[in-house]
Every structure is written in C-alpha cells, then in structure tokens.
C-alpha cells in the first residue's frame, strides 16, 4: 500500500502505467473481453469493475492532448449513438478528470484492432457488456 495511490493499482499495473510513453494505449476489458488473446500485456484485475478500474488508472496517467482523440470506448454492435449505462459511467468517470477530452465510440472491429496495437490490456471481472475502454498516454508538463 500506498499514501496518495488507489489501492486497486497493483504494483504490476503501476509498473505497466509507469513504462508507457507519450501516445502508448492501454485497453480496460470487461470479463467477457479476449483479454488474453488480444492483449500484447495482460494484466488481471479479478474482481473489480471497470468503472473503478478507469477511475484509479486516471488518478495516475495523464491522457494525450496532443491529438484530437485520446479516449476510446466500445459500442453497442454496430451501433456508435447507443449509450448503455456502463458507457454512461465511463463518460462521467473521464469527465471528472480529463473534463476537455471527449469518449469516442469505435465500432468492434475497429475497436478491437486498436486493443491489439495497445501496450497492455487490464481485464476487469465488469460483467456488463462492452464494458471496454482504451486511454491514451499523454505527458506530463514540467513546472515552472
């Protein structure tokens, strides 16, 4: 355990979190995801929702503003509008902490072919379909 560093934060993901650079990916998959299949870095977060997941990982990875998308969500089918309750969440959740940085919707085979591309992927036991996420590293300013 950790002053200030959400208890959630394994030390393999903190150790994953801390190795990615500026524009490297990271995917958050619920139970139901390929995780293992598609994830160049599996890291297991049995037990957890996504939703928790997403709120800790954001307390520590600064999320890329030097493109025009940096968060990417899973959609319904083929369905970009469809908002279920877990995106829902996932919009508040980002918006608390990257309040100028919208949640794009990626249809699944564009989606999917992103995971793939990602420097790790953290499967969660969120049992609500396309609970998936994927953030983008940004940096970190220097003071002053």
């Known amino acids: 355990m950790l002053k200030g560093i959400d208890p959630l934060l394994s030390p393999e993901l903190l150790a994953t979190l801390r190795a990615m650079g500026h524009g490297d990916e990271i995917a958050l998959v619920d139970g139901n995801y390929p ?39 899973a959609t319904v089918k083929q369905d970009r509008d469809a908002i279920d309750p877990v995106h829902a969440e996932m919009i508040e959740c980002c918006a608390r902490h990257v309040p100028d940085i919208r949640v794009v919707p990626l249809l699944p085979a564009e989606f999917y072919e992103r995971v793939k591309q990602a420097h790790a992927l953290i499967q969660t036991s969120e049992p609500r379909l396309y609970g998936n996420i994927i953030l983008r590293k940004g940096v970190i300013y220097p003071q002053g």
């Open 35 to 73: 995780g293992l299949e598609h994830g160049r870095r599996l890291i297991r977060l049995d037990g957890h929702g996504v939703i928790p997941v997403l709120d800790a990982v954001l307390s520590v990875l600064p999320i890329d503003d030097f493109v025009p998308q940096a968060i990417f969500r």
